[in-house]
């Protein structure tokens, strides 16, 4: 298949342009000649056959060929809110979310979170989603959504979702959760930060009924904690 490309704007007509990262990608790597084929998406849902036409400083031009309606998401929505961790686990974390098909993350604001989810990282966190769609063949961009205090979370996500913390000592089972979820079409799950959840925060899951489960005897970086509790949730679904 040929190499995929991201468009920043809605493909509608017979022709598109690429630019700035996904352009010199084209020009600079794969050194691209007119007539040479692409496969370009904009986060909508479709992909598109294209062909290269014209390549510029910077910009290529490109002659769409097909447009495609090929739908590569679960046939359920995961939302996954956690307290980021350090560094590049950042990006680990947003990537390998994108490949197991979460639809949305939501960065929480937890008592003894350690990275705060300032605009530049969030803006990081979004190429890195757009990096893992173009590898993984989503062809819709996972939503990074606004930060969040994780108690206003646990206090508005919607009751009708099948809604899961991962926390030590808690008494739920994930797969308890599963035949719910093929009802709901839903899920929510929330990781706390690496110094865990305050005792506070918990009892406001609770409080708000919430399942509490614990994922086994170690202790689990927060972006282990996150591919693990979403590949149990996926884990032999249709997609």
Known sequence: MPDRYFSHDPITGTHAELADAEARHLQQVMRAQPGDEAILFD??????????????RGQVSLRIVERREVNRE?????????????????????????????????????????AQPSDNALSRLTRTVIEASKQCGRNRLM????????????????TSAV????????SARVAEQLGQLEATGQACVVIGPEGGLSDAEVETARSHNWQVVDLGPRILRVETAAVLLVAMLTAGRRE
């Not at 986060?43 to 510029?56: D, K, P, S, Y």
């Not at 956690?82 to 680990?92: D, F, I, T, Y």
């Open 143 to 158: 939503e990074i959504a606004a930060a969040e205090p994780i108690e206003k979370f646990l206090q508005h996500t919607a």
């Open 43 to 56: 986060g909508g849902g479709a992909e598109f056959l294209a062909r290269v036409e014209t390549v510029g």
């Open 74 to 114: 679960l046939a359920f929505e995961i939302t996954l809110a956690a307290a980021l961790p350090k560094g590049e686990r950042q990006r680990w974390l947003i990537e390998k979310a994108v490949e197991l098909g979460v639809a949305r993350f939501v960065p929480l604001l937890t008592q003894r979170g350690v």
């Open 163 to 170: 809604r899961i913390v991962a926390h030590p000592g808690g």
